[in-house]
């Protein structure tokens, strides 16, 4: 079966941390950019971070800048999102996707396959 899974959420206190997992089965992750998104309640989508499919270039948003690292593992076909010194605003669903196109992307309209999420809620 073709799909993204994430894992790794979960209930965290405010400053704690998290690693997220993105894990493909049936495809494989290495020929292609990966991106996070996340969604709170009431919320749009918003885009997250972004690492490259080739040369491992990571982009991030400025709200997760210096604390959130993406990084990919082509060998166990995933990709990982660690989260610390979280805050209460960083509670949504986080998603894992595969670009449309090529290159790193922000907008959900470029995903061309999405995870199921996982549940991501700091306390404060």
């Known amino acids: 079966q073709v799909q993204l899974v994430e894992s790794g959420g979960g209930l965290v206190q405010f400053g704690g941390s998290l690693r997220l997992s993105c894990a493909a089965s049936g495809f494989t992750l290495d020929n292609k950019p990966i991106g996070w998104f996340r969604q709170a309640p009431g919320r749009e989508r918003n885009w997250v971070s972004c690492i490259s499919r080739r040369d491992k270039t990571t982009y991030y948003a400025d709200s997760v800048k210096g604390r959130f690292t993406i990084s990919r593992d082509n060998v166990r076909n995933s990709v990982y999102l660690q989260m610390n010194s979280l805050k209460p605003e960083d509670s949504a669903v986080y998603y894992c996707?595969?670009?449309?196109?090529?290159?790193?992307?922000?907008?959900?309209?470029?995903?061309?396959?999405w995870g199921q999420g996982t549940r991501v809620t700091v306390s404060s």
């Open positions: 996707a595969t670009g449309l196109g090529e290159d790193c992307w922000v907008s959900p309209l470029g995903a061309h396959r």
